[in-house]
Every structure is written in structure tokens, then in C-alpha cells.
Nanobody, 123 residues
Framework: QVQLVESGGGLVQAGGSLSLSCAAS????????AAWFRQAPGEEREFVAA??????NTYYRDSVKGRFTIWRGENTVSLEMNSLASEDTAVYSC??????????????????WGQGTQVTVSS
């Protein structure tokens, strides 16, 4: 079992930056790949970024490439978000699971989820 707790959300102006962090506990976090997903009001949850266990390779949705960076520590996974735009407004959740590169974008493949943190970008 892995428990995940996000922090770092908030309100930021368009063009600004925010950094999200997710603290893991309860199991050996390095056994799992980790990812960030987001869900805007009235929208489906969507993949944002993932970092794969062992290889540490990273993957991003096209709309955040070059603006967002995912990285992980021993028991954390973080998301640095730059050049934020109103369309980035959503609840951001971290997730962990034994996923690989080819299935890391599907939320159904993740076993553990945090409670989410709100990111609001004002224009």
C-alpha cells in the first residue's frame, strides 16, 4: 500500500509558475512509476506527466511539453509548472503504479492516488 499526499497548489496569474509535490509513504516508492493527472470541472481526467520506475524516463502530454517538468526523489514526486495558462486550471492528482512507458498515460493502470490539489490560473 502506498499513501500519497499532494501539496503546492494555489492561485497564480497566467504566465506564472507553481511547483507541486507529492509525498509517498507506506511502501517502497521506488518500486512504482509515478504520474500526475488533472481534471478540470466538467472534463475527463487527463494525463499530464509520468516518470517510469527504474529507467526514470519521463513522458508528457503534448500541451505541457517544454513547460512542465516531472522528477522524483526517494519518497516524492514533483511537478514544476511554468508559463501557466488558464487551460491548466484543474485539480492535479499524483498517482503511483507498476506501469511501463507504453501504458503510463492511462489512469486505470495506476493503483494509488492522492486526494488532489487545486491549481487555478487567472488570466
Amino acid at each position: 500500500q502506498v499513501q500519497l499526499v499532494e501539496s503546492g497548489g494555489g492561485l497564480v496569474q497566467a504566465g506564472g509558475s507553481l511547483s507541486l509535490s507529492c509525498a509517498a509513504s507506506g511502501a517502497t516508492f521506488s518500486r512504482y512509476s509515478a504520474a500526475w493527472f488533472r481534471q478540470a470541472p466538467g472534463e475527463e481526467r487527463e494525463f499530464v506527466a509520468a516518470i517510469i520506475r527504474n529507467s526514470r524516463n519521463t513522458y508528457y502530454r503534448d500541451s505541457v511539453k517544454g513547460r512542465f517538468t516531472i522528477w522524483r526523489g526517494e519518497n516524492t514526486v514533483s511537478l514544476e509548472m511554468n508559463s501557466l495558462a488558464s487551460e491548466d486550471t484543474a485539480v492535479y492528482s499524483c498517482a503511483a503504479g507498476t506501469v511501463s512507458a507504453w501504458d503510463c498515460t492511462d489512469a486505470n493502470n495506476y493503483d494509488y492516488w492522492g486526494q488532489g490539489t487545486q491549481v487555478t490560473v487567472s488570466s
